[in-house]
């Protein structure tokens, strides 16, 4: 069992930077690959960016490339979102989210645990 929480969110302006965080507990977070994913209202829950157990592979969506960073920190349980250049159209909340698969990091049903989400709204 696995349990995430997630921090950083916020309200923050048109260009600028916020960093998230994803803390994990439970055993063997090493052993997951972990990810983030995004969501507005009405809308289905979209990738954002995945990364390896080790943290040598990344991958991410078209939207975000270039502007986000994901990595982690196994001696910290913990994987990061750095958000550049941030935009409107990245208002959503932002989840992180734990996989035991070895592909497909980029399809929820991949993952087996997530955590509750944060805010990050992007005003203009």
């Known amino acids: 069992q696995v349990q995430l929480v997630e921090s950083g969110g916020g309200l923050v302006q048109a260009g600028d930077s916020l960093r998230l965080s994803c803390v994990a507990s439970?055993?063997?977070?090493?052993?997951?690959?972990m990810g983030w994913f995004r969501q507005v209202p009405g809308k289905e829950r979209d990738f954002v960016a995945s990364v390896s157990w080790e943290g040598s592979m990344t991958s991410y969506a078209d939207s975000v490339k270039g502007r986000f960073a994901i990595s982690r920190d196994n001696a910290e349980n913990t994987v990061y979102l750095q958000m550049y250049d941030l935009k409107t159209e990245d208002t959503a909340v932002y989840y992180c989210?734990?996989?035991?698969?070895?592909?497909?990091?980029?399809?929820?049903?991949?993952?087996?645990?997530w955590g509750q989400g944060t805010q990050v709204t992007v005003s203009s």
């Open positions: 989210a734990a996989s035991d698969e070895v592909t497909g990091w980029q399809y929820a049903k991949r993952y087996n645990y």
């Open positions: 439970g055993r063997n977070f090493g052993t997951y690959a």
